[in-house]
């Protein structure tokens, strides 16, 4: 089995897991807040290595500065929606990133293109779950999974607006 099949194939086992429905009150979800001008905003890059398991995802962040260390996440069952394009689907999920510096908690929204088997995420911090140096943090963060890539690896980037800095 080559390795772009076997990528697809544990994707899709994960998706299978997204598909079982989960009730989940509305209230689970904190709304990220709009940061004034002058907060302490830095743009964050780092790079993602990724192993897929039923229903989630794992791996490590490296050359991410305040980002680096590991990250967790958990595929919402049952968030898994059709698009217009009968190859891509979109889906949610949960991610903790844990690092020296504290732990960044996100909600996330993923696209998945089938044929290309290319998954990027937009990941929105939740402000009142981090914690340490993330604690009281907006913004988002992007994975970039690119085609020159070796599989399993991604670009993490995007903007973290800091409470307390």
Not at 23 to 32: K, W, Y
Not at 53 to 70: D, E, V, Y
């Amino acid at each position: 089995m080559n390795t772009k099949t076997r990528i697809v194939m544990t994707l899709a086992v994960a998706l299978c897991f997204a598909l079982l429905p989960l009730e989940q009150p509305t209230s689970a979800r904190s709304a990220g807040s709009v940061q004034s001008p002058n907060s302490n905003c830095k743009q964050v890059k780092g790079n993602l290595t990724v192993e897929f398991g039923p229903g989630t995802a794992s791996g490590a962040i490296t050359n991410g500065s305040a980002l680096n260390g590991t990250f967790e996440t958990v595929f919402n069952p049952g968030s898994v929606v059709p698009t217009a394009d009968p190859t891509s689907v979109t889906f949610t999920g949960d991610s903790t990133i844990t690092t020296n510096e504290g732990t960044l908690v996100t909600h996330d929204v993923y696209l998945f293109d089938f044929v290309r088997a290319l998954g990027p995420g937009m990941l929105r911090i939740d402000s009142t779950a981090s914690t340490g140096d993330f604690a009281g943090a907006t913004g988002i963060l992007y994975i970039n999974p690119n085609f020159g890539d070796p599989p399993g690896h991604a670009e993490l980037a995007g903007e973290i607006c800091f409470a307390n800095h």
